[in-house]
């Protein structure tokens, strides 16, 4: 019995061994566990970004801004028909005088000279009949032109007032953050709306993916009257200014997505406005 107790005793230490080899492997394989589940993490946030940035692979031709060429063209025309009714204008009054220095010359060629004296008081009168005509055209062709310079400075003014508020809207519409998210079920669906939006001038615009899958499109927005631009380009939408913390908790892989926290305006996507595409 001794001897076995002896025995027993010096195999203790490679018993104790045996248990620290078997508790390092099972820290090993839980190291390794981590580190595996961390590179595929990793890795699946690589994925989403990449597929978030697909979703702008429907991108078309952009429009140009509308404002300034439209008013350039007005401007422009506007001009044309002032230069030819002011054309139009001379060529009028020039002919009158050409019809009326014809007219007195011939008058002046059929007058005898025995009924010269006779014909004195007559032509004093139409002398003063034609210098009133003259007086009273060129009077009538510096009123036009006198018109014509006001109405031009008058479109200009307007046109450089238009051309002020148009860039002072779009100044504002570029500043305002909106998050677009996709809840139709429809890849690509966000990045497409987020085209639509910056055609109609709004630039501060990111996307992202939506938890769960919505029928209809639902806006939310403490600004009002951003609600109702939004709500425009949107049809059968909804606008609530509650409910944004909840809409910022349901955005996938929020710390990828711009302004995920700070947008002004959050528009869930849902699967009634696919259909346009």
């Known amino acids: 019995m001794a ?15 045996l248990y620290i080899l078997i508790v ?43 404002t300034e060429t439209e008013k350039q063209t007005e401007k422009k025309q506007t001009e044309k028909k002032q230069a030819e009714t002011k054309a139009a204008a001379d060529a009028k009054n020039a002919d009158a005088d050409s019809e009326s220095e014809s007219e007195s010359e011939s008058e002046s060629k059929n ?6 004296k006779d014909l004195e008081p007559e ?43 148009g860039k002072s809207a ?6 305002i953050k909106i998050v677009v998210l996709n809840a139709s079920g429809r890849e690509g669906a966000a990045g497409m709306w987020k085209n639509e939006l910056e055609k109609d001038g709004y630039k501060n615009i990111s996307a ?16 009002a009257a951003l609600g109702e631009d939004l709500k425009s380009i ?18 996938e892989f929020a710390d990828t997505v711009k302004n995920a926290l700070t947008a002004d305006a959050y528009i869930v996507v849902g699967k ?6």
């Open 3 to 17: 001897n076995n107790r002896r025995h027993e005793n010096e195999r203790n230490p490679f018993k104790v061994v």
């Open 24 to 66: 390092l492997m099972l820290l090993g394989c839980i190291g390794f566990l981590y580190y595996r589940n961390k590179e595929r993490k990793a890795a699946y946030l690589e994925e989403i970004e990449e597929m978030a940035s697909y979703e702008t692979e429907y991108i078309r031709t952009e429009r140009m801004t509308e």
């Open 111 to 116: 007058i005898s000279a025995g009924d010269q």
């Open 123 to 165: 032509s004093e009168t139409e002398v003063l009949t034609e210098s009133e005509s003259e007086t009273g055209s060129e009077a009538e062709t510096e009123s036009e032109s006198e018109t014509a310079s006001q109405e031009e400075m008058e479109s200009e003014s307007e046109t450089e007032s238009e051309l002020k508020a």
């Open 170 to 175: 779009q100044g504002r519409l570029s500043s």
């Open 208 to 223: 992202g993916s939506y938890s769960h899958k919505e029928e209809g499109t639902t806006i939310y927005t403490k600004n």
């Open 234 to 251: 949107f049809p059968n939408s909804n606008v609530y200014e509650d409910g944004i913390a909840e809409v910022r908790a349901e955005i």
């Open 272 to 277: 009634n406005n696919t259909e346009i595409f």
